[in-house]
């Protein structure tokens, strides 16, 4: 097995050709706590947080009505509108949000047509590049969730639909609706569970958008290397980053068609997880992951 470093496109192509880098940022946490309820405490250092990602090349970010709910797409606009060109926003609906504790699916088509109208007003689009379903509504037909959605893209709110937290029956279901451009689930290093469904999406070359992509306690953003445990620590410290870095480099490598949004309040951390993209990890240490 070679030891030399495996090639890593930094770019995913959408279905129309846009580019997308493949470090993002999501700006969950640029939200009150507790519960990402409310608006975000350092208003203005948010806006700093923002434009420095921009500025360090993030074309991608991710956001939800249910942040806030709605303050962090008012701190987006805030922070980065006019948008430069190609800059892709993805925000999610479907959910009802009226406390910290009070979170709950809501799928119905009017609900999804309400929420995508509001994006569009705080990120202040007259598109939504990648409008996502966050969570499907178990008391809802889903297909009739997905039908609203077409619906919205034919009148041109909507350029990409997404999904998130959804099983491959519900993805291969919403497809036969409409064209299914990204999917959302949780997968990380420690947490491999959605390994089936980032497989179908790289198989059908849908866009994969990890959540939970620095989950893991041990591999919190500026850890020491000391918490970090076997291969993570030792790649981390012949490569000279943290490990968390290198969670994010083998997610990289592991398939060609996962965009990353690790979050942070943290310049330093944002900067931390950019850098990420340089990490050129050989194939014997990807083996080595693979099998941690």
Not at 173 to 180: E, G, H, K, P, T
């Amino acid at each position: 097995m070679t030891t030399d470093s495996v090639s890593l496109p930094l770019t995913y192509a959408m279905s129309d050709g846009l580019l997308v880098n493949r470090v993002g940022y999501g700006a969950m946490r640029l939200t009150g706590q507790p519960g990402n309820f409310g608006a975000y405490a350092d208003w203005e250092g948010g806006k700093t947080l923002l434009r420095r990602a921009v500025e360090l090349g993030v074309n991608f970010i991710d956001t939800a009505e249910a942040y806030g709910p709605g303050f962090n797409e008012e701190l987006i606009a805030a922070a980065l509108h006019p948008y430069p060109e190609n800059f892709v926003i993805a925000t999610k609906g479907g959910i009802v949000k009226t406390s910290p504790n009070d979170i709950r699916p809501d799928g119905i088509p009017e609900n999804l047509r309400r929420g995508c109208e509001a994006s569009l007003q705080r990120l202040k689009l007259d598109r939504i590049d990648l409008y996502q379903l966050h969570r499907p509504d178990p008391n809802v037909s889903f297909a009739e969730s997905i039908e609203m959605l077409a619906e919205l893209q034919r009148e041109g709110k909507i350029r990409h639909i997404g999904l998130s937290n959804v099983s491959i029956a519900q993805i291969e279901q919403a497809r036969q609706i409409v064209a299914i451009a990204a999917v959302q689930n949780r997968f990380s290093f420690t947490d491999r569970s959605g390994e089936d469904v980032l497989n179908y999406c790289t198989q059908h070359n849908l866009m994969f958008i990890p959540h939970g992509s620095l989950g893991a306690h041990p591999l919190r953003q500026g850890a020491p290397l000391a918490n970090a445990s076997g291969t993570l620590a030792d790649i981390a410290v012949q490569h000279g980053v943290q490990p968390s870095q290198v969670a994010l480099a083998w997610m990289l490598h592991h398939a060609p068609n996962i965009v990353l949004i690790p979050g942070t309040t943290a310049i330093a951390h944002l900067e931390e997880n950019i850098a990420a993209t340089l990490i050129k990890l050989t194939a014997v240490e990807l083996e080595s992951l693979n099998q941690r």
